[in-house]
């Protein structure tokens, strides 16, 4: 595996290299090879943090190959593109979020609005500053990406989403040039007028050993501090704002932690806010009377947002596989109270209690807005 590893690692940067330099023929064979090794590390690795990496690695350099085979048959002299083109991946649309598409999370919501918000709207009003990094912690599954798009959406902000394991990936190269290079793209927006929020998700890989990478972690650790440090002073406050998720802030060291002054807990939903999903995601669902809502809030006491939103799936596979199996002419029967506690008993909460205890105690010590 390591071996093949660094095998696909030579060929990507001979590959790059070639590129950059204009040697298209080398650059597409480097550019196959590395990517048909990749194609094998695919299904030889188990882990999916490191799967994704490999696969977004193979998407991209297969999206180059393309390319420039595309280039060599239009025009034999076409240049090779600057660099911007490699930068821009990180802006992505937010998905089409509003507040109220969040479902509960009322403190969360107003403190984005405090620290986000309203300082984009009238910087003026906020002569001492506002908080520049904001940091959320909960279980996975909760609405911390929702939330995070609807702040981007409400005020038509550049949003720039990243994974920090994405940026510790030896594929992208030197992991503190990712992050300057993040940061450089924001600033650049944020000088032509638009304000930037960047979503980093799983902060947390950023500052633990991870076994697959070089070893950069601490100096992109160092170069993410640094730059939050940057957004500070020059008199002139940027309209960048950061924001940090992750599932194990336990994992977080102090000096992280406290540039993030906004630690917002972004908890698993309470009965009610459980309640309000069933019916949100049931919406245009056809029921039968006997759905209680209520009663599937109360049996599913721990589950996540998303886990909610996968059961509401399921419970919909559900009768119309079994529609299509007896060979059903009409249409699915309406669901039953029935099909939702079979699939609540399948459907297992996908948080642990011990991995609560642990975030909770957390949250006492560094929270600060609940
Ligand atoms: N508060 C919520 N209101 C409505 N839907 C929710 C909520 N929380 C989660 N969901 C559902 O779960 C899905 C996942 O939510 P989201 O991506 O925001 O979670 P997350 O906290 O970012 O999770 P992760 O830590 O895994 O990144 C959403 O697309 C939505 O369907
Ligand atoms: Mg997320």
Same mark, same amino acid.
């Given at each position: =595996?390591?071996?093949?590893?660094?095998? !696909?690692?030579?060929?990507?940067?001979?590959?790059?290299?070639?590129?950059?330099?204009?040697?298209?023929?080398?650059?597409?064979?480097?550019?196959?090879?590395?990517?048909?090794?990749?194609?094998?590390?695919?299904?030889?690795?188990?882990?999916?943090?490191?799967?994704?990496?490999?696969?977004?690695?193979?998407?991209?350099?297969?999206?180059?190959?393309?390319?420039?085979?595309?280039?060599?048959?239009? %025009?034999?002299?076409?240049?090779?593109?600057?660099?911007?083109?490699?930068?821009?991946?990180?802006?992505?649309?937010?998905?089409?979020?509003?507040?109220?598409?969040?479902?509960?999370?009322?403190?969360?919501?107003?403190?984005?609005?405090?620290?986000?918000?309203?300082?984009?709207?009238?910087?003026?009003?906020?002569?001492?500053?506002?908080?520049?990094?904001?940091?959320?912690?909960?279980?996975?599954?909760?609405?911390?990406? =929702?939330?995070? !798009?609807?702040?981007?959406?409400?005020?038509?902000?550049?949003?720039? +989403?990243?994974?920090?394991?994405? @940026?510790?990936?030896?594929?992208?190269?030197?992991?503190?040039?990712?992050?300057?290079?993040?940061?450089?793209?924001?600033?650049?927006?944020?000088?032509?007028?638009?304000?930037?929020?960047?979503?980093?998700?799983?902060?947390?890989?950023?500052?633990?050993?991870?076994?697959?990478?070089?070893?950069?972690?601490?100096?992109?650790?160092?170069?993410?501090?640094?730059?939050?440090?940057?957004? +500070?002073?020059?008199?002139?406050?940027?309209? @960048?704002?950061?924001?940090?998720?992750?599932?194990?802030?336990?994992?977080?060291?102090?000096?992280?932690?406290?540039?993030?002054?906004?630690?917002?807990?972004?908890?698993?939903?309470?009965?009610?806010?459980?309640? %309000?999903?069933?019916?949100?995601?049931?919406?245009?669902?056809?029921?039968?009377?006997?759905?209680?809502?209520?009663?599937?809030?109360?049996?599913?006491?721990?589950?996540?947002?998303?886990?909610?939103?996968?059961?509401?799936?399921?419970?919909?596979?559900?009768?119309?596989?079994?529609?299509?199996?007896?060979?059903?002419?009409?249409?699915?029967?309406?669901?039953? =109270?029935?099909?939702? @506690?079979?699939?609540?008993?399948?459907?297992?909460?996908?948080?642990?209690?011990?991995?609560?205890?642990?975030?909770?105690?957390?949250?006492?010590?560094?929270?600060?807005?609940?």
């Amino acid at each position: =595996m390591r071996e093949l590893e660094r095998l !696909a690692a030579e060929r990507a940067r001979e590959a790059v290299k070639y590129d950059k330099l204009g040697m298209k023929e080398e650059a597409v064979a480097n550019y196959r090879e590395a990517i048909q090794l990749l194609l094998k590390l695919i299904r030889f690795t188990e882990d999916p943090v490191v799967k994704k990496v490999y696969e977004e690695k193979a998407k991209q350099y297969k999206e180059r190959l393309e390319a420039l085979l595309e280039k060599s048959l239009e %025009s034999s002299y076409t240049s090779v593109k600057s660099g911007k083109e490699h930068e821009s991946y990180l802006v992505v649309d937010p998905p089409p979020i509003k507040w109220d598409d969040v479902i509960g999370l009322e403190e969360a919501k107003k403190a984005l609005k405090e620290s986000i918000i309203y300082p984009s709207l009238r910087p003026e009003f906020f002569p001492l500053g506002w908080p520049r990094g904001i940091l959320f912690f909960g279980p996975p599954g909760c609405g911390k990406t =929702m939330l995070a !798009a609807a702040a981007a959406n409400e005020i038509d902000a550049v949003f720039m +989403q990243v994974d920090a394991s994405m @940026i510790m990936s030896k594929w992208l190269g030197e992991s503190e040039k990712n992050i300057a290079s993040l940061f450089e793209e924001a600033r650049r927006y944020e000088r032509e007028g638009k304000p930037v929020i960047i979503l980093i998700d799983e902060v947390d890989s950023l500052t633990t050993f991870r076994e697959n990478e070089v070893g950069g972690e601490a100096r992109a650790r160092n170069q993410l501090l640094k730059e939050m440090d940057g957004l +500070q002073d020059k008199g002139r406050t940027p309209r @960048i704002y950061v924001i940090a998720a992750t599932n194990k802030p336990w994992l977080l060291d102090e000096p992280f932690i406290r540039r993030f002054q906004k630690r917002i807990y972004i908890p698993l939903p309470d009965y009610h806010a459980r309640l %309000s999903m069933f019916k949100h995601y049931t919406r245009r669902l056809e029921l039968d009377d006997d759905v209680d809502f209520g009663e599937l809030a109360k049996l599913t006491e721990g589950y996540s947002g998303a886990d909610i939103s996968q059961i509401c799936m399921e419970v919909q596979l559900k009768v119309v596989s079994e529609f299509f199996e007896k060979g059903g002419t009409d249409k699915p029967r309406k669901i039953s =109270m029935n099909d939702f @506690i079979e699939v609540v008993k399948k459907v297992k909460p996908s948080v642990s209690g011990e991995s609560f205890k642990k975030m909770m105690e957390w949250a006492r010590k560094y929270g600060s807005a609940f």
